[in-house]
Every structure is written in structure tokens, then in C-alpha cells.
């Protein structure tokens, strides 16, 4: 079992919906990075956050410490919001960063 | 974006040969790391840097080395390449240790 999981692995909408991609860790934490892999191949920092919600522009990152849970929602989505979506969580003593295998998300015009 | 660039974009090599790919920053990072990228897996961790000279290793270190002479410049070297080494290789920077990272565009690696 990987120490971060996250869900769907895959993930097709309709322009305009509303979207959740969800990061589970077993490990205890200090931070956690979401990640965005254009389909070129390109990876690029959204957020890094280690208590509550962080938002910019249409994507909110959400974080529950206790729960070892984080969520990525991308409301009004869009055709070029396509990516692969990264988790990956720093452990408490900072020393690691495990990445999540990423999920697939497809928008359709 | 920050200024990182990787060098060569992509590679076809034989097994056997020794292959360096090189990693660029102009932003002044401490810290630099190369991961590998493989289907089934989540970027893996190869080596890291913490300074001119300064290296230690990740997860994934069996079969590469790293040297950096200059803060700008963090290279990744397979002595002799196997097909396992077949990847996509990405380079990253950051400020502090484990901090947001930003990543370089990535190498297609081949060992045919």
C-alpha cells in the first residue's frame, strides 16, 4: 500500500462541473503539495499547505491534518484545466516527500 | 516560471554507455533534486543537493551519481546505463528543504 493514495486514479467531466480529487496519507505530516503535469509533460506547483484551505482562482485545496486526508476541487471547470493532478506529502520530520501517483482528469468541452 | 532548464530534452542511449544529464537554474535555490518519473509510480526521489558539493541520497539512488560544482548546476550521471533506467527525469529547485519545488521541463531518457 502506498503511504499516499489518492482517488479517483482517472476522472472525465463536462465543462462546467465542479470537481474533487482526493490525497490520503498514512504518514504523519508537516505540509502537503498539489501538483499539476500538463499534458506535455510540464509540472507545476498549485499549493503547499499544511492546515485549513488555500484558493486561487478557481482551484481550493483543503487540508483535514487529523484525518490525513486533502482534497483539490476545481469548480467551473474548463477544457484546460486536462492534467494530471500530483499530491505529496512532506513528513513530519521534513526529511521526505512522497508523491502520489497522480490522477488523470479529462474535461470535455 | 522559474528559470530551470534540463538538458538534453531527450535521449536515446545504448546499455552499457554512461549518459549526464545536466539541470540549469538562474533563480539562486539551495536546493536542487532530480526525480524520475515512471508509469505505476509516483515521482521518485534519485538524489538531492543542499549546496556547491553538498549532495545526499533519495530513495531510488542505486545506479546514478550527482555532482554540483556551482549553485546553478546540479548534474545526474548513470556510469552505465540499463534499460530500467529508461525514464522521464526531472529536476527541481527550491528554497527550503522539501518546500514548494519548482520543476524543470524533464528529459526523456531511452536505454535501448
Known amino acids: 500500500k502506498n503511504e499516499v493514495e489518492q482517488s479517483p486514479q482517472n476522472l472525465t467531466a463536462q465543462e462546467g462541473e465542479f470537481i474533487t480529487i482526493n490525497c490520503s496519507y498514512s504518514?504523519?505530516?508537516?505540509?502537503l503539495h498539489w501538483l499539476q503535469q500538463h499534458p506535455g509533460g510540464g509540472i507545476v506547483s498549485l499549493f503547499m499547505?499544511?492546515?485549513g484551505k488555500k484558493k486561487h482562482g478557481r482551484l481550493i485545496a483543503t487540508i483535514n491534518i487529523q484525518e490525513k486526508h486533502s482534497s483539490l476541487h476545481i469548480t467551473a471547470s474548463h477544457p484546460r484545466d486536462s492534467a494530471v493532478y500530483i499530491c505529496?506529502?512532506?513528513?513530519?520530520?521534513?526529511?521526505?516527500?512522497?508523491f502520489g501517483e497522480g490522477t488523470q482528469l479529462t474535461v470535455n468541452p | 516560471d522559474a528559470g530551470i532548464t534540463q538538458s538534453p530534452r531527450h535521449k536515446v542511449t545504448e546499455t552499457g554507455t554512461p549518459v549526464t544529464l545536466r539541470c540549469h537554474q538562474t533563480?539562486?535555490?539551495?536546493?536542487m533534486y532530480w526525480y524520475r518519473q515512471d508509469p505505476g509510480h509516483g515521482l521518485r526521489l534519485i538524489h538531492y543537493?543542499?549546496?556547491?558539493?553538498?549532495?545526499d541520497k533519495g530513495e531510488v539512488s542505486d545506479g546514478y551519481s550527482v555532482s554540483r560544482s556551482k549553485t546553478e548546476d546540479f548534474l545526474l550521471t548513470l556510469e552505465s546505463a540499463t534499460s530500467s533506467q529508461t525514464s522521464v527525469y526531472f529536476c527541481?529547485?527550491?528554497?527550503?528543504?522539501?518546500?514548494?519545488?519548482?520543476f524543470g521541463p524533464g528529459t526523456r531518457l531511452t536505454v535501448l
Open positions: 527541481a529547485i527550491s528554497d527550503m528543504f522539501n518546500n514548494e519545488q519548482f
Open positions: 504518514v504523519g505530516i508537516s505540509a
Open positions: 499547505l499544511s492546515s
Open positions: 505529496a506529502a512532506r513528513e513530519t520530520s521534513g526529511s521526505r516527500l512522497t
Open positions: 533563480e539562486n535555490h539551495r536546493y
Open positions: 543537493s543542499y549546496g556547491v558539493k553538498d549532495t
